[in-house]
């Protein structure tokens, strides 16, 4: 099998976590180079690859197909321009860059370059949010009115990283939200309009450490919310419909074992029992519904195949519009108005 030879820039959490196993678990891809200044992590992980100094260097190998970018957001635009320009394939970390303008410069960049930019957003492959697409597609519950979603957590105390530090693409909106907003649209798309509430709660906060959004379809509403104050357990989903209820406690299991170094296999994205989630169809007793698995296999396995076809799992355009949709959420909170899609699409 020709794999695909890939570099990867950046060797901190992200590459560490989410990247590397992922990598590592599948054929049609190997790493080459590993741009990092830990050249003793790097061979724990990867002791065939070379360790660069700089992109600048690696981008010299001819081999090089495909560069992996997870590094700081503000560092992305440049690093893919400059892997664009060198004619390779780019993934980039979530949510892609830092402005709308920049995604606009990619696309165009990567079009006359004749390469592909794909963006990870691995929680598309989370088991909650794959069984809440086969609820909604099959249509168990009837039509769905309400969705709410979050992610939230208990941590008071603002913390010395870069995305809890004031700069371009810091801040739990551009964190977590970006996951959110791409789940929803991934689901329902566009929305009509969106009401949103950016937060600065944390003592010495300096950036946005929470939020709220509500994004309109017509009668429907989705809720999408995050906050750093919420100790003890609260739904992860809620999907309300004219038939039922399904509300899902617990968080996808797949970023903790990769964290904990589990070795993945056929039971890697099963959620625990003790997390099914509740389905209550019409005035019936609610019931546990078992997880569909989870598979961040299957964003890697899917930009494989997309990058030969064009059929990238995530693209830039995807990425553009979930920008877009943290712009228009940013400026529904300051100025405390409805902001309609017109509004953002231009």
Same mark, same amino acid.
């Given at each position: +099998?020709?794999?695909?030879?890939?570099?990867?820039?950046g060797?901190?959490?992200?590459? *560490?976590?989410?990247?590397?196993?992922?990598?590592?678990a599948?054929?049609?891809?190997?790493?080459?180079? *590993?741009?990092?200044?830990? =050249?003793?992590?790097? =061979?724990?992980?990867?002791?065939?690859?070379? *360790?660069?100094?700089?992109? &600048?260097?690696?981008?010299?190998?001819?081999?090089?197909? $495909?560069?992996?970018?997870?590094?700081?957001?503000?560092?992305?635009?440049? +690093?893919?321009?400059?892997?664009?320009?060198?004619?390779?394939?780019?993934?980039?970390?979530?949510?892609a860059?830092?402005?709308? &303008? &920049?995604?606009? &410069?990619? +696309?165009?960049?990567?079009?006359?370059?004749?390469?592909?930019?794909?963006?990870?957003?691995?929680?598309?492959?989370?088991?909650?949010?794959?069984?809440?697409?086969q609820?909604?597609?099959?249509?168990?519950?009837?039509?769905?009115?309400w969705?709410?979603?979050?992610?939230d957590? /208990?941590?008071?105390?603002v913390?010395?990283?870069?995305?809890?530090?004031k700069?371009? #693409?810091?801040?739990?909106l551009?964190?977590?939200g970006?996951?959110?907003?791409?789940?929803?649209?991934?689901?329902?798309?566009?929305?009509?309009?969106?009401?949103?509430?950016?937060?600065?709660?944390?003592?010495g =906060?300096?950036?946005?450490?929470?939020?709220?959004m509500?994004?309109? /379809?017509?009668?429907?509403?989705? *809720? $999408?919310?995050?906050?750093?104050?919420?100790?003890?357990?609260?739904?992860?989903?809620?999907?309300? =419909?004219?038939?039922?209820?399904?509300?899902?406690?617990?968080?996808?299991?797949?970023?903790a074992?990769?964290?904990s170094?589990?070795?993945?296999?056929?039971?890697? #994205?099963?959620?625990?029992?003790?997390?099914?989630?509740?389905?209550?169809?019409a005035?019936?007793?609610?019931?546990?519904?078992?997880?569909?698995?989870?598979?961040?296999?299957?964003? /890697?396995?899917?930009?494989?195949?997309?990058?030969a076809?064009?059929?990238?799992?995530?693209?830039?355009?995807?990425a553009?519009?979930? +920008?877009?949709?943290?712009?228009?959420?940013?400026?529904?909170?300051?100025?405390?108005?409805?902001?309609?899609?017109?509004?953002?699409?231009?």
């Amino acid at each position: +099998m020709t794999t695909i030879q890939t570099t990867l820039v950046g060797f901190g959490f992200s590459a *560490v976590t989410f990247h590397a196993p992922l990598i590592q678990a599948l054929p049609e891809f190997t790493v080459r180079q *590993v741009v990092s200044s830990q =050249a003793e992590k790097v =061979a724990t992980v990867f002791p065939d690859a070379a *360790v660069i100094a700089t992109l &600048e260097e690696a981008l010299q190998d001819e081999q090089t197909e $495909l560069v992996i970018i997870t590094t700081p957001t503000a560092l992305h635009f440049d +690093m893919a321009k400059q892997a664009i320009e060198a004619k390779k394939h780019v993934l980039l970390e979530k949510p892609a860059v830092v402005t709308i &303008e &920049e995604a606009e &410069e990619l +696309m165009r960049l990567a079009d006359q370059q004749g390469v592909r930019v794909a963006v990870y957003q691995n929680r598309r492959y989370d088991g909650d949010f794959l069984t809440i697409e086969q609820l909604i597609e099959m249509n168990e519950i009837g039509d769905w009115q309400w969705l709410e979603s979050r992610f939230d957590r /208990y941590r008071p105390v603002v913390r010395d990283r870069w995305r809890e530090q004031k700069g371009p #693409g810091s801040g739990i909106l551009f964190d977590l939200g970006s996951h959110l907003i791409d789940q929803a649209l991934a689901l329902f798309g566009e929305p009509d309009a969106v009401v949103g509430d950016v937060l600065f709660q944390r003592d010495g =906060a300096e950036t946005d450490d929470g939020f709220q959004m509500t994004l309109f /379809y017509g009668k429907r509403r989705v *809720v $999408l919310r995050s906050n750093s104050f919420i100790q003890g357990p609260t739904p992860r989903f809620e999907l309300h =419909a004219t038939r039922g209820s399904y509300v899902k406690y617990g968080m996808d299991p797949q970023e903790a074992r990769l964290a904990s170094g589990q070795p993945i296999d056929h039971t890697f #994205g099963r959620d625990e029992e003790t997390n099914y989630g509740y389905l209550q169809i019409a005035d019936q007793p609610p019931e546990r519904l078992a997880t569909l698995p989870g598979n961040y296999l299957g964003f /890697y396995e899917a930009l494989a195949k997309g990058l030969a076809t064009g059929d990238l799992p995530v693209d830039l355009t995807d990425a553009l519009k979930t +920008m877009q949709l943290i712009e228009a959420v940013r400026l529904s909170s300051e100025t405390g108005r409805k902001i309609l899609r017109k509004e953002w699409e231009g």
